[in-house]
């Protein structure tokens, strides 16, 4: 009994000698104001749009031509209909019937150099878009071919879902590759 008396006094000194080094971390930053809704738009296009760019400059150049199955795309053709989807939004956002099919054939990707161009061009293009648009633009009811009109923050945000599932599909071409895509590394 005397040694656990012992045990708990060494025991309580200990945690009272610790506690004020606890008391002394640095406060935590307030989180800044909440973004405008064009400003969370862009954020997510941005986001999905860095992580396409740093695919296409990143995966093994003498693999473009991979498919996981045989009915699947190609890398490039998939990272090709990701990317030029988001001139579903762009295009519409001008007032102009989008410049790709879902399947584009008419663009001629051979290199690293030219893959990063194309994609970078596509977000850039729908950033700058996003951006003209602002708040009260991004309300603006427009016909995307659909049943009804449709917002364009959420034909925005249509297709950044639509290139986080093309994402998605090109992580398992890593993968299945025996390599770790770029958002999967540890950070430095």
Known sequence: MKRFSRFALVWMAVCFAVAPLRAQEAPKKAPGPAPSPSEAVLEQWNDIGRK???????????????????????FVANIVHASASMYYFTD???????????????????????????????????????????????????????????RL???????IEHSGEHYGQLVVYYRANGLVPPESRPKK
Do not use: W
């Open 92 to 150: 519409i956002a001008q007032g102009k019937k989008p410049r790709y099919a879902d399947d584009p054939k008419d663009i001629s990707v051979k290199t690293r150099a030219e893959l990063v161009a194309f994609v970078k061009k596509c977000v850039e293009d729908g950033a700058a878009e996003i951006k003209a648009k602002g708040d009260k633009g991004l309300t603006e009811a427009v016909n995307d071919g659909g049943p009804h009109l449709d």
């Open 52 to 74: 396409l760019i740093a695919m296409a400059g990143d995966f093994p150049e003498d693999k473009f031509s991979f498919k996981p199955q045989a009915d699947s795309r190609t």
């Open 153 to 159: 923050y959420d034909l925005a945000y249509g297709l």
